[in-house]
């Protein structure tokens, strides 16, 4: 991991705020730049739709509760768990039947 020194600086914009953030390469720069511009898009859906009939705060954790369940989607379709218990239980038989 990068120490401080070798860090860069970069500025990103969500939905009315922009801030600074200290990512340590190209890759980390973005992985940060995709993840504002979905928090940015995904805040301004929001807040185009319920502007007047939502507080900010509401607007706010509304796209935060779809970006959420957008990455634990994510999580569940990538959960190697399964397979890993099917290869190590036939690993197990194949081990079983060279001997």
Same mark, same amino acid.
């Given at each position: 991991?990068?120490?401080e /020194?070798? !860090?860069?600086?970069?500025?990103?914009?969500?939905y009315d705020t922009d801030m600074s953030f200290r990512v340590s390469s190209q890759e980390e720069e973005?992985?940060?730049r995709r993840a504002a511009k979905l928090?940015?898009?995904t805040v301004n859906t929001y807040?185009?739709?319920? /502007?007047? !009939?939502?507080s900010e705060k509401q607007i706010l954790y509304s796209?935060?509760?779809?970006i959420a369940l957008k990455a634990e989607r994510?999580?569940?379709?990538?959960?190697?768990?399964?397979y890993e218990?099917?290869?190590?239980k036939l690993t197990g038989e194949i081990e079983e039947a060279l001997k």
């Amino acid at each position: 991991m990068a120490d401080e /020194k070798t !860090k860069r600086q970069i500025r990103l914009h969500f939905y009315d705020t922009d801030m600074s953030f200290r990512v340590s390469s190209q890759e980390e720069e973005a992985l940060y730049r995709r993840a504002a511009k979905l928090i940015d898009s995904t805040v301004n859906t929001y807040a185009k739709s319920y /502007k007047g !009939k939502m507080s900010e705060k509401q607007i706010l954790y509304s796209a935060m509760l779809v970006i959420a369940l957008k990455a634990e989607r994510g999580d569940d379709r990538n959960d190697t768990t399964p397979y890993e218990n099917i290869l190590n239980k036939l690993t197990g038989e194949i081990e079983e039947a060279l001997k």
